[in-house]
């Protein structure tokens, strides 16, 4: 190999080449030497800045390596944690909607339980006392109208009959 071929091996290869060809030139004449130290420098010089251009290219090749890498992984937390967030929340949404349905059903038993019992035992009265609707007065009705609202949590409980034009001379 010449002195005059670039080589991209390391530096101790490159000034081996350098050295091996300032010897056979110092033999020659002392111009030709210093000339010959100046191309050395060089190729020298060039070998470094070839080696330090790939080194900042392998540089950015493993920065944008590592951008990549970093805006994969942060895209399949995102996902991850995304649907994880909404398996959980339908999960919690769920069993919140049981509870509250489950409350509103027992609450809806019991009211319409305890009305259900104020007009049976309306019913029951009329049917005993031989009455017809709208003539059925129910003793105590203030006190099973009470129970009824405790019961069924309700604010108001009213007892309203239809009363025809011809039945209401005689329910006044």
């Not at 929340?89 to 059903?105: D, H, P, S, T, Y």
Request: hydrophobic content about 40%; glycine content about 4%; charged content about 20%.
């Amino acid at each position: 190999m010449t002195s005059s071929s670039p080589s991209y091996g390391n530096d101790d290869e490159s000034l081996s080449i350098c050295d091996s060809s300032l010897s056979t030139l110092s033999r020659d004449n002392k111009h030709h030497h210093h000339r010959s130290n100046d191309d050395c420098s060089q190729h020298q010089e060039l070998a470094k800045a070839e080696k330090a251009r790939i080194f900042c290219f392998y540089r950015l090749f493993i920065i944008l390596v590592l951008l990549l890498s970093m805006g994969a992984v942060a895209g399949c937390i995102y996902l991850y944690i995304s649907v994880n967030q909404q398996e959980s929340f339908i999960k919690q949404f769920n069993g919140e909607a049981r509870k509250v349905l489950g409350a509103i059903g027992i609450s809806l038993d019991q009211t319409l339980g305890a009305t259900d019992a104020l007009v049976f035992d309306l019913v029951s009265y009329a049917n005993y006392s031989n009455s017809s609707w709208p003539f059925v007065t129910m003793p105590d009705f203030a006190v099973r109208a009470a129970k009824t609202l405790s019961l069924s949590r309700a604010i108001f409980i009213g007892v309203f009959p239809l009363v025809t034009t011809e039945q209401r001379k005689e329910w006044e």
